[in-house]
Each structure stands twice: as structure tokens, then as C-alpha cells.
């Protein structure tokens, strides 16, 4: 299923722009170990904890592992969180993620600095066999309906259909990269105690088990992922949206 | 009766109520990319058998099974499996055996036509196999998997 990207890549990509709507960007790291769960927190932590000084379990931690084994749905969800003053890592049995604090991207420049911190002590505390999957999403939220920015449409016949509310998720390919994008006109951003409704663009990008080696190329493996996210984003805004979002070059 | 699970994990966003499915449903889920077809390739050449294996394999065989020293499923040696699995062709009315080894990888096994054993075990690197006909063992790495592909055709 070679199929032709669908998405046109633009000739250059702006360094910035303002407002910046990244609500939430994960750098995800899924893999094998031969270390039982209750390990693994102690592990972690004794390398990062200098700046992750906070540390909470997550709402999933309640439910008994076997519990958890037969919901594949959970498999890769996180347990607990460890907290810096500007980024959070996750980890569960089998994930490991850097995120950025919600509506506080601080630029991929220092994001790729703290993930080159984050991978050389996940590779110190010594318990990631095997990588299976590395992965970059990013969430964006728009305070109004996204589908008239982008060059995407869905309708049935002639009728559009973005005056309804409206979600679509595809998988496209790119390489050996996989990408999932949902987009929705109607979602709901909790914002502290309130809620705004608007849109999301939600793209989640990532190779798999054969096409990276965690501790020799990750960094650059992010990064590529981390570009066609940008790619996509900007290959799909319209010529006025794109305008309206101020990019500097 | 509902099947919808207590929220347990916190999304940067949800959708609005109108798009949101109230009942999940734990008989159907939304397969990852690629999964289905993967899995109808299995089913389709390995037999019903070595599909159900390979899910309890992915699923249910955590760090320890077996004696205590068993080893989870490598993602490597699953992506790999898939890749040869999709690209070859079985004899017919052959129904190859799946196994996982105690090291985590996946081990098939069939007969070619003239009996003799085949057994292709695939592991983090590439792929180990021996043919009993002619007694030949070797090992490929997943890049060179049409190699083996060539080395396994004619039986």
C-alpha cells in the first residue's frame, strides 16, 4: 500500500508562530523489559529525580495488573508521572513518555535538549531491553471550526459536512513512518476548573521495533518524526490561516 | 448494563458528547494501523490455531512465564515474523506450528514436501532458520529478509 503522501509538504516551515495552539506535545518511547512493574518506578527515579522532584501515581495505578493485562486497550498506558517545572515523564510497564506541561510548549529546541537528558538516563537505569515503538504527538486546539482552515473536507455528495460536528481519523504513511491525524471541530479543552470547546488537530506520528535504535539514533529519529509533524500541520493550513497564525521564518 | 470503564487516565481533551461512544464496547476495538490485515494474513496462512497463540503470546506471556525465566514477546521479532509471514508462501495444506521461546521470540515450524523439518526462529537481529532436507542453518538480518524468502521457496 504505497500510496502518494496526500498531504503537500511545504518548501520551508515557519521556526515560530503566535498564537502558538500546541496544547500538549508526547514523546513516547514503548518497550520490553525483563524488570517486574515495582521496579521500574525506583529505577527512574533515582536518575531523574534532581529535576523530576514531584512524583504521583495516576488514576490507572488502581487497578490490579492482572486486571490491566486483559484490557488490551491499557497496554500502554501510563502509571505514574514525574514532574519538572516544565516538563512532565510518564511510565508505565511498558511506556516511557516526555511531555510538555499543557498549554506551555516551550519550542522544539528545548525539547530535544531535555529528551537528550531523558534518553541518557533512561539508557543509566539500565531496564529498556528492547524498544518496540517511538512515537511523537502533538495536540493542537483551536478556538473555533479548524475544517474551514485546512485544505480537508469531508462531505457527502456536494454537502460538506463541517457545519455538523464532525471527526475524522486517518492513518497515512510516509516512509517508514506511520501517522494517525484526528481532526474534530468539536472538542472540549479542560483548561484548569474551565472548558473551552473548539477544535482539535491531533497527530500522532511513529516508527516501529525495526526502524530505530533507541540509544544510537533516537534523538534523530525524534526529530524526523517531530518535522513531518510540522510538515503535515503546515502542509495542511490554507494560504489565511496560515497567515492569521503569524509564522516567523 | 453498561461496559463503559471508570475514567482512569485523563486525556488532553474529549470530544463533544454528540461524537463520543457512550458504551464502549470490550468485544470491538479499533485495531492499531495495519493490525487487521495482519492479523486476517495470519489467520489466512497460519491457520485459526497459531492466530489464537500468537494473541495470547502478545497479550498474556509477561516477563517470567513458563519456569519463571520466560521473556516477554519481542516487537522486533514480531515486526519481523510479519514482514516474512505476509511475503511467504506456505506449501499447501501445510499449517506451520507457532511457538515463543523462553529468550522471547517466535519460532515457526513446518514440514516441506518431502518431510523434512523447517524451522524459522525470529529474534531481535533477524531471522535463524534450518532446513533438515539439506541441512542448512543459517541467519539473515530483517533487511535481507528476501534472502531467506529465496533459501525457503522451494521447499
Known amino acids: 500500500m504505497n500510496k502518494p503522501f496526500p498531504i503537500p509538504i511545504p518548501e520551508r516551515l515557519p521556526r515560530k508562530i503566535d498564537p502558538c495552539p500546541i496544547v500538549e506535545a508526547v514523546f513516547e518511547i514503548r518497550f520490553n523489559t525483563a524488570e517486574p512493574w515495582r521496579t521500574l518506578p525506583g529505577l527512574l527515579s533515582e536518575k531523574i529525580r ?3 522532584r ?21 497496554t500502554h498506558q501510563p502509571l505514574m508521572q514525574f514532574l519538572s517545572t516544565d516538563f512532565l515523564i510518564q511510565l508505565g510497564p511498558s511506556v516511557l513518555s516526555l511531555i510538555t506541561k499543557p498549554n506551555a510548549y516551550p519550542g522544539w529546541s528545548a525539547v530535544e535538549t531535555e529528551l537528550r537528558w531523558f534518553l541518557d538516563r533512561v539508557q543509566e537505569a539500565g531496564f529498556v531491553q528492547e524498544a518496540g ?27 460538506p459536512l463541517h457545519a455538523n460536528e464532525l471527526q475524522i481519523t486517518t492513518v497515512l504513511r510516509q516512509g517508514p513512518f506511520t501517522a494517525r491525524l484526528l481532526v474534530s471541530n468539536s472538542a472540549i479543552l479542560g483548561t484548569g476548573s474551565a472548558a473551552k470547546r473548539g477544535s482539535v488537530l491531533d497527530l500522532d506520528v511513529w516508527l516501529g521495533p525495526l526502524d530505530f535504535e533507541l540509544f544510537e539514533n533516537g534523538i534523530a529519529k525524534f526529530g524526523e518524526a517531530h518535522l513531518l509533524v510540522k510538515q503535515c500541520f503546515f502542509g495542511l493550513a490554507k494560504p489565511d490561516f496560515m497567515a492569521s497564525l503569524n509564522p516567523a521564518y | 448494563m453498561t461496559t463503559l470503564l471508570p475514567r482512569y487516565f485523563h486525556p488532553a481533551y474529549e470530544l463533544d458528547e454528540a461524537l463520543r461512544e457512550e458504551v464502549v464496547s470490550l468485544a470491538v476495538r479499533s485495531a492499531e494501523p495495519s493490525e487487521a490485515d495482519r492479523e486476517e494474513i495470519v489467520l489466512k496462512k497460519l491457520g485459526a490455531r497459531a492466530w489464537g497463540r500468537l494473541h495470547h503470546f502478545r497479550y498474556f506471556y509477561r516477563q517470567g512465564w513458563g519456569e519463571g525465566a520466560g521473556k516477554p514477546l ?19 495444506a501445510c499449517t506451520p506450528s507457532l511457538f515463543l521461546t523462553e529468550a522471547g521470540h517466535l519460532e515457526l515450524y513446518w514440514e516441506d514436501i518431502r518431510g523434512g523439518a523447517i524451522q524459522v526462529e525470529f529474534t531481535p537481529a533477524g531471522a535463524e532458520f534450518y532446513l ?8 539473515v538480518s530483517y533487511v535481507n529478509l528476501s534472502e531467506l524468502l529465496r533459501e525457503l521457496q522451494p521447499h
Do not use: C, M, N
Not at chain 1, 54 to 70: G, H, M, T, W, Y
Not at chain 2, 74 to 92: D, I, K, T
Not at chain 2, 132 to 139: A, L, N, Y
Open chain 1, 54 to 74: 514531584e512524583q504521583k501515581d495516576l488514576p490507572l495505578a488502581q487497578i490490579p495488573e492482572e486486571v490491566r493485562r486483559q484490557i488490551p486497550a491499557l
Open chain 1, 133 to 159: 515503538r517511538l512515537g511523537v504527538r502533538y495536540i493542537d486546539f483551536f478556538e473555533k471550526d479548524i475544517f474551514p482552515s485546512l485544505i480537508l473536507d469531508v462531505g457527502i455528495g456536494a454537502s
Open chain 2, 132 to 139: 533438515q532436507s539439506t541441512e542448512r542453518e543459517g541467519f
Open chain 1, 50 to 52: 534532581g529535576r523530576y
Open chain 2, 74 to 92: 519481542s516487537p522486533r521479532a514480531l515486526e519481523g515474523f510479519h514482514r516474512f509471514v505476509e511475503q511467504f508462501g506456505f506449501p499447501e
